[in-house]
């Protein structure tokens, strides 16, 4: 017997209070998603797993749902096939659009990143303006050094993630150890310029407004 106060929900009845399992079309996104978690951000997971500590209700509304076919028609992104068939048809590259003409990143995150940024455009205007504002200081003159070494040190930075699935495999070559040490140097330089460059004049500039 299991004393009043100690009830334990089962893990079904947690899931089933948040999912209705009776609507094939949710059931299957849930699974499309924990597919894709699994092969991404959980590829380091022991036993194929993926680790769920909450669930939220994401806000939609924050920004807009583009189809693929207004992204295609507007140029936002536009995908060219590479010309040779001994390539095959899965290789294709970024032709000439819009995200192609902004696309100044330095890292595969920040290129990551912008797609995020232009996939999703925002709705709520303090939220653009705060981005603007953030895009803003790294061009101002007064920081043009520090962010030319910034810019330095994100060159530098590797696909970290396929370096540490590939270790975790055991299918790491010498290359990927020193994408890791290089990654890792220039992170710290990172974080050091931020902290020593751009914070006592971000500190500086908020106090005399």
Known sequence: EVPLGHFEASAYHSIASV???DSNVLVRALGSLLSFLQSTLFRLEEGN???VNSVVQANSSLFMRLKSSTLSALHIFTTEHHPLLAKGQGHSKEGFSLFSLLDRTKSKMGRKCLREWMLKPLFDLS???RR?????????SEFEG????LLQNLENVGAIDRVLT???KC???GMDFIVLVRSLSSALDICHTMEKEFLPKVTKILKNL
């Not at 603007?132 to 101002?140: A, K, N, R, S, Y």
């Open 19 to 21: 999912v209705d399992f």
């Open 49 to 51: 797993t993926v680790t």
């Open 127 to 129: 939220m653009i303006q």
């Open 132 to 140: 603007q504002d953030g895009v803003e200081m790294f061009l101002c």
């Open 146 to 149: 520090p962010t030319g070494a």
């Open 166 to 168: 590939r270790m975790a």
């Open 171 to 173: 299918q790491a070559v």
